[in-house]
């Protein structure tokens, strides 16, 4: 049978601007504390990297690699202000928001392939140790501690203004505790000699920065997928749904973000009386704005369900 049973009304819910700031004042100061902080982090984790392998420090290097995480959350804070103001185009009708999360899965997968050399490379060091010189190590974390609180100095301002700031600012603090602990151990082995003190203090920052990689990893993964947002229930919203009067059944419906705060909603939408389609719809999107925060809303309503539909209903 042809399509020709009343698709008739398909809307768009009202959408909200781009990348979340109301404000171009504080998206312009947000933007210059975190590049500042950027040069500095980024600068550091050059020469920390460098300093691992002159002073043959594990631990300088477990350390460099949670500062990849503070450069990437920067990068991803800054991408977020700036190409989040990109219009969308006829190419990306969504514009460029999800370059965001891109850049937090490739972060993610950086950090656990650092993670893996690092922990490699602290077991054959347990076999047999290797000298470290912790002078040299000790002067590089300092200089990363300064660099640290820096940072969280800039970005202390803008943290409640922004949560991409908010995440920066959490990285760099996150990323203090593994300064103190390069710190800590490099005193330890100035003062005891033990050189395996360094690959064991390099697997606690792996293990400190893991849990929060898989949480990135999983949350961007999702994204990636379309998966329905962490806070929401499919089951809940297709409930709700179908609980405003007029509404008789619900069908493909689809919940997904673009980027880490945005979420889009589809749903073909049955009703009782093809009249007051317009009048069901509206209560519907009302619904899903009050209940659930979803503003991006497209929902179709139909007066007779689907025909055939060749896509089974999830």
């Excluded at 009202?14 to 902080?37: F, K, P, V, Y």
């Excluded at 893996?116 to 000298?131: D, H, K, M, Q, S």
Aim: one cysteine or more.
């Amino acid at each position: 049978m042809a399509d020709h049973h009343p698709h008739d009304h398909a809307h768009h819910g009202h959408d909200h601007g781009h990348g979340g700031h109301g404000h171009n004042h504080a998206a312009g100061a947000s933007e210059r504390m975190l590049t500042l902080s950027l040069i500095l982090t980024a600068t550091y984790l050059v020469a920390e990297v460098i300093g691992a392998f002159l002073f043959n420090s594990l631990a300088l290097l477990s350390d460099a690699g949670h500062m990849l995480t503070d450069v990437a959350a920067l990068v991803i804070a800054l991408m977020a202000i700036r190409i989040g103001q990109r219009a969308p185009d006829d190419r990306r009708t969504f514009g460029y928001r999800r370059l965001e999360i891109l850049a937090a899965a490739f972060n993610a997968v950086m950090l656990f392939v650092v993670a893996l050399y690092v922990l490699i490379e602290a077991i054959g060091r347990f076999r047999t140790p290797e000298p470290v010189q912790s002078g040299g190590m000790l002067a590089i974390a300092t200089v990363g501690l300064v660099v640290n609180l820096v940072a969280m100095r800039l970005l202390m301002a803008g943290k409640d203004a922004s949560l991409n700031v908010k995440g920066a600012y959490l990285e760099v603090w996150a990323d203090m505790l593994g300064s103190i602990g390069v710190i800590a151990g490099a005193l330890a082995i100035r003062f005891t000699g033990w050189t395996w003190i360094d690959p064991i203090v390099a697997i606690g920052i792996g293990l400190w920065v893991l849990p929060r990689t898989w949480m990135l990893l999983k949350d961007t993964t999702n994204v990636l997928l379309e998966g329905v947002p962490g806070a929401l229930s499919l089951t809940d919203v297709r409930t709700a749904i179908g609980d405003v009067p007029g509404v008789s059944g619900v069908h493909d419906l689809h919940i997904w973000s673009m980027s880490t705060n945005d979420v889009s909603l589809t749903a073909h939408v049955e009703i009782e009386d093809p009249a007051g389609s317009d009048a069901v719809r509206s209560a519907v999107q009302t619904m899903l704005d009050d209940r659930f925060g979803i503003t991006h809303c497209t929902i179709q309503t139909e007066a007779e369900p689907c025909q055939a539909d060749p896509h089974p209903h999830p």
